[in-house]
């Protein structure tokens, strides 16, 4: 079961705090949308996530924890 | 304890401008949000999270204002007129607008801590009625307000005013602009 | 004559038409045609023990899971699994989805046209299967002869009191991301017809909250032939691992382009003989449709058509698309106007496909009409940055269309890259991509 963060590309429109809020796993892409890594979140980001997901004026940040796509 | 005298008058005149500009700094840095304003010193993370610390910081201010008033004995404005408008005799008018204007203020900073639980939508309707709450806040502070006459504060309500009128038609302008669907 | 089809499995290796059976011809668009052909609708009636009733209908959910049915509609998901995982709640829904978005595919018009009946069978047996009270039948809002077809047939299975659960038309815009799985159930909620962001999944909450079959109509018409004939029989057609038939639409430089049936496991080439031939030498097969893969003729000649076989030679099956490509066209030049109708068809709620899809669309544009040196790499920058970041399959697809193309074209990507356009620029069209203008 493997943690990590995930963007709802919906909800999302690009404001880009997340991306100042954890750069180790999100960076911008060239149209000011969020690359978020499909890596696991390892527990040293976890705090540092979780303020970047309660922050997201949209709310479209989340963390997933379904069984590895 | 009889509380009345000028201190408890002074408390509530200071919590209330204090609270008044907090909001408007609030106020301001909400619409920032909006329109994705950065700099190099201003992290879009910074805007947004003062946008939020000092909206409670203002309601802090705010329940201290409003529970100065209301153990003030000098003048009988009862809790039940910090809820519902136009119920006190005092000031009917001005006073109502306070009422109304901490009524909205509640709503926002209830659907914002708990904006996870509920339907996205109602959070979106709530948090656009915040741009009648500032003006009507400044209505009641510069209605009421014994200071209104005195220089400075009116000097500080009309450059609330201005910052808040200014972000918002930058605001408008870019929910108005054709292109872009994504922006809400 | 009810048993024809079984019969034949029996006699010899002629096993086809199963799905296609008497449709050739007059069609069997009416209800006497189709049970004359097939005999009546195999439902079998309920009785007063309801845990009875659910237990015979999970026997058929084992029928289905024995035969190795997989969807059609494009994914191939094993369809004895998903029935049950919808059975497993209460209250399901079943939603058949007849909107072909593929503009290459044609293959579940001609079933809804001409064998109607069939996939009405295959709904009211699943809805049996899942126990669901409800189903609707999804095709395009835009399709009113068809959608008349379909209500005259409704109409008479109602009249005879054929079918338990009342089956309601809905009507799809004609966008490809409208008959997307998620914006099917949005529409039949009263919503736009836009993907949607899962969770939870549909078989979850669906339609009304309720878990939610949703199953391409060619599958469901698999079914109704399974119920009536077995497992057994389904799995005489095709590969032990890739078992029955399935429908194939054909398209490009071939004699006799359209809709055929083909047991599961026929190599490509042997598929494009049943359809007259390659009129001209080709270089490419293009397998999957819009959102498929180009393969290069000589890899894609012996490919086994199973959903592996395919995926092992490097391209996908999909809803059963195949398009011949002339050696004569220019593969680049199909690829970079199949994108850019793709990026004209995003749903629009997506950031990196309303801006990232136009921009791969571009990029193709320049290299098959202009060329540039850098124009290659810059597309294989724009994938990563395209793909798996929407809400729903569409901008996978393009990239996936636009990855195949840049290897399946390599020689002339690098051609281009340093020359410009190729002759067969000026081939015309091979893919029929609705509202295509001709001039760039």
Redesign the interface.
Known sequence: MTRRLLV???????HGVCAELVPELIEM?????P?VSRAELPAELAAHARRAITSCPELALLIDD?PGR | MSLGGPGLWYATRAAGIVSLLLLTASTTLGVLTASRASGPRWPRFLVIGLHRNLALLAMAFLLLHVTTTVIDTYTSIGIQDAVVPFLSGYHRLWLGLGAIASDLFVALTVTSLLRQRIRPGLWRTVHWAGYLCWPVALAHGLGIGTDAGTTWVFDLTVGCGGAVVVAAIVRLSLALRPAG??LR | MTLAISEAAGAGRQVLPRLLAGVTGGGRAGLLEHEDLLGPLPLPASTASKRADRARAARLIDVVERSGLTGRGGAGFPTGRKLRSVAAGRGAVVVANGAEGEPASAKDRLLLTRAPHLVLDGISLAAYAVGADRAYLAVHETSSRLAAGLEGAVAARQAAGIDPVPVTLVGIPDRYVASEQSAIVQVINGGPALP??A?PRTHEKGVDGRPTLVNNVETLAHLALIARFGDGWFRSAGTPAAPGTMLVTISGAVARPGVYEIELGTPLGTVLMQAGGPTEPLQAILTGGFFGTWLPVETAWHLPLTLRGVRAGGGTLGAGIIVALSAAACGLAETARVVRYLAHETA?????????LPALAEVLAGLAYGGGRQLPERIRELIP?VEG???CRHPDGATQLARSALRAFAPDARWHAERGPCGGVRYGPVLSVPGDLEAW
């Open positions: 709802n590309p919906i909800l999302c429109t690009g892409d060239p149209w000011g949308y690359l379904r | 669907r994504v | 949607t962001f969770p629009g709620q997506c950031g990196p496909c309303i801006f990232g940055l970041r929407g809400a």
